[in-house]
T-cell receptor, first 114, second 113 residues
Framework: KQEVTQIPAALSVPEGENLVLNCSFT??????LQWFRQDPGKGLTSLLL?????REQTSGRLNASLDKSSGRSTLYIAASQPGDSATYLC?????????????FGKGTTLSVSS | GAGVSQSPSNKVTEKGKDVELRCDPI?????LYWYRQSLGQGLEFLIY????????KSGLPSDRFSAERTGGSVSTLTIQRTQQEDSAVYLC???????????FGDGTRLSIL
């Protein structure tokens, strides 16, 4: 059964710092991996989607990498800002499972202080 | 509308009552998903609809939970005889087809007293 783990559960950094959020998954048979952002009381906003054949995706200050063989992904945030404060969720779409639902980690809650 | 719309945004009800949660997906999206987000449990899959195919109900936690999707668009998640452990945020997502990025609504926060 596919399991997704995110470390750390919470992270506090001063504004301007570069940071890395980690995601690991137990089964490398995935179609893709997606990073989401969730603000308090809100739904999920998709940040980056990496297909299983890709190694990384970039959007602005965000860069996500995927090492499928080792079951790991990282989300790199450059020059963090207070507006980046949110919970970041990693999710995989497994191949060896009926349907196409996402399997989520429990998230990393990021706080960026000014 | 431009995004996935869910209603109500908040629902408070007494234990034992039935509740209905509504999801209006992005126009043209054939795939629709329901997830539940409980404190400390993370997001868990409930049910998936794709076009006219039979839904994937493998994530529904009990037979008190059911969902339907009428006309391939709006979906309703029904919880019968609600229990306190049903308290959670229920999120709906849609995508253009099963393997494309999912777009989420803001969820319905359900509280069972």
């Amino acid at each position: 059964k596919q399991e997704v783990t995110q470390i750390p559960a919470a992270l506090s950094v001063p504004e301007g710092e570069n940071l890395v959020l980690n995601c690991s998954f137990t089964d490398s048979a995935i179609y893709n991996l997606q990073w989401f952002r969730q603000d308090p009381g809100k739904g999920l906003t998709s940040l980056l989607l990496i297909q299983s054949s890709q190694r990384e995706q970039t959007s602005g200050r965000l860069n996500a990498s995927l090492d499928k063989s080792s079951g790991r992904s990282t989300l790199y945030i450059a020059a963090s800002q207070p507006g980046d404060s949110a919970t970041y969720l990693c999710a995989v779409r497994p191949r060896n499972q009926a349907g196409t639902a996402l399997i989520f980690g429990k998230g990393t809650t990021l706080s960026v202080s000014s | 509308g431009a995004g996935v719309s869910q209603s109500p945004s908040n629902k408070v009800t007494e234990k034992g009552k039935d509740v209905e949660l509504r999801c209006d997906p992005i126009s043209g999206h054939t795939a629709l998903y329901w997830y539940r987000q409980s404190l400390g449990q993370g997001l868990e899959f409930l049910i998936y609809f794709q076009g006219n195919s039979a839904p994937d109900k493998s994530g529904l936690p009990s037979d008190r939970f059911s969902a339907e999707r009428t006309g391939g668009s709006v979906s309703t998640l029904t919880i019968q005889r609600t229990q306190q452990e049903d308290s959670a945020v229920y999120l709906c997502a849609s995508s253009s087809e099963g393997r494309q990025p999912q777009h989420f609504g803001d969820g319905t926060r359900l509280s069972i007293l």
